[in-house]
């Protein structure tokens, strides 16, 4: 199946309004088709809504949708070749699992053979094989989520749309099912359009990712991108960690007074005196407080001459113990000018 | 797992069966949904119900024509003055006052029972407890006022026991008593106030059971803290806590009495209740206003009695 | 100072109170067995107790009596359509108020309950009277139009009580899948349904079966079971086959509601995920 130059979903100045409250606001949109695309965003941000006005369960009070280049903004959800896993699992609690996964087929009036067949093949998928029997209840959460997963995908759509999948899951379970499902998706091909509050997921998975915030898209682009070169303080806080350095201290370390951040990982943490290089910038600190986090360190450094900057660092060679007795430690704090990323625009 | 293209499966080369369309035809308009779920119930209560309730109001206002035994429809207050005449008075002052005393009786009756049912047993005796006085809501209300018909003729099982207990003297001398008594205890007032008690207690057992449920035991428990003895503690923190579940208990009861005819026909003499009144007036006579002015009655005293109720505070709890 | 330890002494009831415990209780229950008593009886014309001899000729006697089949028949099918159209009416009331935002949604649970709430002689007399201004005359529909009233709100609330337990995503995914709204509701609404209707079906049943007051006003002449035996409570010869008659109205209408009640009991203890 080659790869469609429609897009898969556009959204062409799409609105919807609860009343006065302005869920989503004149959203422009394209997703491509075969992409993991994922909508990140706080809650109230409008990425669930839009996810739900692609599947059909919500009208846009203005504007229009496009499916692979079909007007579908008045199709109710059964006429679009969308699937929809939900946040959670929606299963039907008097069918069984091998039931639930065949439903979209039986609907469809398939016939029994085929059915089954596919059946077996998506329960090999989800690697859940000889579950057909069990009732939900039966099963674990990543039990039940795998079947909402197969019970989409069994009816082959071009399009899949995922309403935070993982969030009932424990941090483990959530990590090697993040994996599972990317590699479902590049296996199967179809497009996977994934919402989700966890930065951490949506650079794990995507291909690409909006960040949405009060209805709007604020930024759209690869996870690298979106990381490295943050649009906003709002995208610069809501993806990674980040300082947000501005004023007095923007002048005194760049030479002017313009907004810019800079990530955490980047400052190096030396000995105070150390040789300013050219290409750096530099500050003197001490050590104010530190989280150790097992794999690193987190440090909060209070500047010289005021505001903080938080610091991370490895621990290669820092135990616990070494990390916990910092406390008050003057430190020169250093990175590469080069890493210091301009921050225009509102929030 | 790439062979299958989607177009297979798309469906899309079907029309759509009409069932589809019609069901796409409401989705998109929640509205008209609304109204199709809504519609007929809303319809019937308000046509049926609320329309007959209206015409009872109205009824009220027309006046039979003893002439011609017609109801004229015309406006008028002479039915309702009708009410005043002293055997009409009687009638509401003997319904009302019975259903004063059942109150008072069942209350009585229902508070241990309740009482012991919340503070002192078991979760198992209680759930069977509480089965317990349900049951008797499920059997036929009316087979349970006939039971007493056989328990209380003359020589049924209950002048049995007084005969037995040698009580026949108070029995008769309780009989032989103006306004109360009767030829038998099966066709007086007595028995009339015994059958009410006896339907009517679960309908107050249950809110009372459902007031004191609501009672922490902590709270019983600080005020003996503070040295109050138990009888003092029933008194101060108990009963008042209890008497929302009272109060909702004897609306039922008030209610139930005002209106019922059943057991007063069964188990009565000549002297009417409201509820024989409004049902003979309708009957024979067709003196369908003089009988929709008689429900009012009823239905003023409950209202002026959940007002009062709800200034007491019996809302409050529910 | 009282001692403490006096007042939290009492965590045992006192004699007094469990044996006016027990007396309330054996008074609820007494009178029923005393009919079940009486339906044996040889004597034919008075309740003496001790009943002079037990027999079961009388419930041969009552089964062969024309009149109380005829009531029977009318009860059965008035409760059986009342019954029907309390299921009709009341899902379409708890799916409406379940799913949609309008005006006056709270008003209508109180709406629905005025029939039950409101002492029965008031819904009796009202239709009678209704009956009366419309000229319409008295018949098997007027018998079932009363009940449906006040029948329609035991279905309501078991509906709705079901509903409210109802993942509405559910239905989304339904949807999702490729199902229409009607054959979402056939496979995936109905079944989540079926126990509540089942128990709304029963209570209705029962309470329209055993219904005397507002039947009273609604039926002219026609005579359902209780109003035949309402009709029978004055009359001496027939008191033996009224004490079976009586007994088997106990069996009819306790019985749906022990099986209604064990229906909620078992859903709300249940498997739903």
Sequence with gaps: MGVSPLPAVRFDLISRYFGEVKAVDQLDLEILDGEFFTMLGPSGSGKTTCLRMIA????????????????????????????????????????????????????????????????????????????????????????????ALARALINHPRLLLLDEPLGALDLKLRQQMQLELKSIQQRVGITFIYVTHDQEEALTMSDRLAVFNHGKIEQLGTPAEIYEHPISPF?????????????????????????????????????????????????????????????????LMELEGGGDLVVVQQNLNTTSMDALSVRGHPVRLIWQRIHNRRVSGSS | MQNNTPASTSGQSKPPSPGSRFSTYIYQRPSLFLLLL????????????????????????????????????????????????????????????????????????????????????????????????????????????????????????????????????????????????????????????LVFVYVWLPYMILPIMAALERVPKSVLEASGD????????????????????????????????????????????????????????????????????????????????????????????? | MPSKSTAQHNDRASLWLKLAAAGALLFLHI?????????????????SFPPPGLTTKWFGVAWARQDFWQAFSLSLRVALIATLLALILGTLAAAAVYRGRFFGRESISFLLILPLALPGIVTGIALRSALGLTNIPFSFWTIVIGHATFCVVVVYNNVLARFRRFGHSQIEASMDLGANGFQTFRHIVLPHLATALLAGGMLAFALSFDE??????????????????????????????????????????????????????????????
């Excluded at chain 1, 093949?121 to 039940?144: C, F, H, I, T, Y």
């Excluded at chain 1, 007095?248 to 030396?270: Q, V, Y």
């Excluded at chain 2, 109150?103 to 005796?125: D, E």
Aim: proline share 6%.
């Design chain 1, 56 to 147: 059909g369960f919500d009208r846009p009070t203005s504007g229009r949708i496009w499916l692979y280049g079909k007007d579908v903004t008045d199709l109710p959800p059964y006429d679009r070749e969308v699937n929809t896993v939900f946040q959670d699992y929606a299963l039907f609690p008097h069918m069984t699992v091998g039931e639930n996964i065949a439903y979209g087929l039986m609907i469809r009036k398939v016939p029994k053979a085929e059915r089954l067949e596919r059946l077996a093949e998506m329960l090999d998928l989800v690697r859940l094989p000889g579950m057909a029997e069990r009732k939900p209840n039966q099963l674990s959460g990543g039990q039940r989520q795998r079947v």
């Design chain 1, 235 to 299: 995208v610069a806080g809501f993806v990674g960690t980040s300082n947000l350095v501005s004023g007095e201290l923007a002048t005194k370390l760049i030479g002017s007074a313009e907004m810019f951040s800079i990530r955490p990982e980047k400052i190096h943490i030396m000995p105070p005196g150390t040789e300013v290089k050219e290409g750096e910038c530099a500050v003197d600190a001490s050590v104010r407080d530190m989280v150790y986090l097992g794999l690193y360190t987190r440090y």
């Design chain 2, 38 to 193: 809504l519609g007929l119930p809303l319809l019937w209560m308000g046509v049926v119900y609320l329309g007959s309730l209206i015409t009872l109001l109205v009824n009220s206002f027309y006046y039979l024509d003893d002439f011609s035994g017609l109801v004229v429809r015309q406006f008028t207050l002479a039915t309702y003055l009708n009410l005043f005449t002293p055997a009409n008075l009687d009638i509401v002052r003997r319904t009302a006052g019975m259903a004063f005393a059942v109150t008072i009786a069942t209350a009585i009756v229902a508070f241990p029972l309740a009482y012991y049912t919340t503070r002192y047993a078991s979760p198992r005796l209680k759930g069977f407890l509480y089965l317990a006085v349900l049951l008797p809501l499920w059997s036929s209300y009316l087979v349970r006022v006939y039971s007493w018909k056989l328990i209380l003729a003359k020589e049924g099982i209950f002048s049995w026991l007084i005969a037995q207990l040698g009580l026949d003297g108070a029995l008769n001398f309780m009989l032989r008593l103006p306004g109360i008594g009767g030829s038998s205890l099966s066709l007086s007032p007595i028995g009339i106030f």
């Design chain 2, 226 to 318: 503070l040295g109050a003895h138990p009888r003092q503690t029933f008194r101060h923190v108990t009963l008042p806590l209890a008497m929302p579940g009272v109060i909702a208990g004897s609306i039922f009861t008030f209610s139930l009495t005002l209106g019922d005819f059943i057991v007063p026909a069964s188990l009565g003499n000549s002297s009417f209740f409201i509820g024989q009144a409004v049902l003979s007036h309708q009957g024979t006579s067709g003196n369908i206003p003089l009988a929709a002015a008689f429900t009012m009655i009823p239905i003023v005293i409950m209202i002026i009695y959940l007002l009062v109720a709800r200034k007491l505070g019996a809302f409050d709890a529910l």
């Design chain 3, 31 to 47: 009178p029923v067995w005393i009919i079940l008593l009486y339906a044996f009886t040889t004597d034919e014309a008075t309740y």
């Design chain 3, 212 to 273: 005397v007051i507002v039947t009273t006003f609604t039926s002219g002449q026609q005579a359902t079971l209780p109003i035949w035996i309402f009709s029978q409570l004055t009359r001496p010869r027939d008191r033996p086959v009224t004490n079976v008659v009586a007994v088997f109205v106990v069996l009819i209408t306790f019985i749906p509601i022990l099986l209604a009640h064990r229906m909620t009991q078992q859903s709300s203890a249940g498997t739903e995920s």
